[in-house]
C-alpha cells in the first residue's frame, strides 16, 4: 500500500511490448497490482504500473499522445494475491 495513503488513487497498467495501457481504480491499495506486475515482469513479459497526477481523463489524453493505446480496465494483467 502506499505509504500514508489513505484516499482513492488510480493506478496506470503499461504493457510496453504492445504499446497499451489501461487506469485501474480507483483504490486505496496497490500491493495486489505491484505483486501482479512483479510476477508478470517475472514471466518476461515488459508491464509497469504507476500512480499519476491527474484526473483519469487527463492521463488517458497524456498516454495516448505518447502513443499507447487505451484499454479497458483488467486489460493488461490482474491483481496478484501471492
Known amino acids: 500500500m502506499r505509504r500514508g ?3 482513492p488513487f488510480l493506478l496506470v497498467v503499461v504493457d510496453e511490448e504492445k504499446k497499451e495501457f ?8 496497490d500491493t495486489n497490482w505491484n ?3 512483479y510476477h508478470a515482469q517475472k514471466a518476461g513479459r515488459r508491464v509497469r ?9 487527463s ?4 498516454e495516448e499522445r505518447q502513443g ?3 484499454v479497458p480496465e ?4 490482474s491483481p496478484s494475491f501471492d
Open 5 to 7: 495513503q489513505s484516499s
Open 68 to 70: 499507447y493505446r487505451f
Open 35 to 37: 505483486n501482479g506486475v
Open 49 to 57: 504500473c504507476f500512480t499519476p497526477s491527474g484526473d483519469r481523463q
Open 59 to 62: 492521463v488517458i489524453r497524456y
Open 22 to 29: 489501461t487506469v485501474e481504480g480507483p483504490m486505496v491499495d
Open 74 to 77: 483488467g486489460s493488461i494483467l
